[in-house]
């Protein structure tokens, strides 16, 4: 299973969030930029995927910031993922690759069950 530059950067992003849920405050971009070494460009684009995706909400103005949208516990690194990635289950070329011969089927199928057992094993690791 291969995961994104951008996907480790979400799943850090989030994981600061989760570290300051009790904060009064919301987390700063700059705060998370710097604590964690992202990019604060590339941190803004993911934040508004993860916004997109429900994982994290925005307050603007001189005390604005993120916060996660859930409970920590509740959004674990497949719905990161997804959000940054879209469908983790689906294997590169499977359709393509079935259609060729038995044994290119027999293989997409292998491709596709592993592919479904990395996205299950993401689901079982939250925040």
Same mark, same amino acid.
């Given at each position: ?76 690194? =497949?719905?990161?993922?997804? &959000?940054?990635?879209? %469908?983790?289950? !689906?294997?590169?070329? @499977? *359709?393509? #690759?079935? /259609?060729? +011969?038995? =044994?290119?089927?027999?293989? &997409?199928?292998?491709? %596709?069950?592993? !592919?479904?057992?990395? @996205? *299950?094993? #993401?689901? /079982?690791? +939250?925040?």
């Amino acid at each position: 299973m291969r995961i994104s530059a951008k996907t480790e950067y979400a799943a850090i992003a989030a994981l600061e969030l989760a570290r300051c849920r009790g904060a009064a405050d919301p987390v700063r971009l700059r705060s998370i930029s710097q604590g964690q070494g992202v990019p604060e460009k590339f941190l803004v684009q993911i934040l508004l995927q993860l916004k997109a995706a429900g994982l994290v909400t925005s307050t603007r103005g001189a005390a604005g910031g993120y916060r996660l949208a859930r409970p920590p516990e509740e959004i674990t690194l =497949a719905d990161i993922r997804g &959000a940054i990635e879209g %469908d983790g289950d !689906a294997a590169p070329a @499977t *359709a393509e #690759l079935a /259609g060729r +011969s038995r =044994a290119a089927a027999a293989l &997409a199928s292998a491709w %596709d069950a592993a !592919a479904r057992a990395g @996205t *299950a094993a #993401l689901r /079982g690791v +939250s925040l």
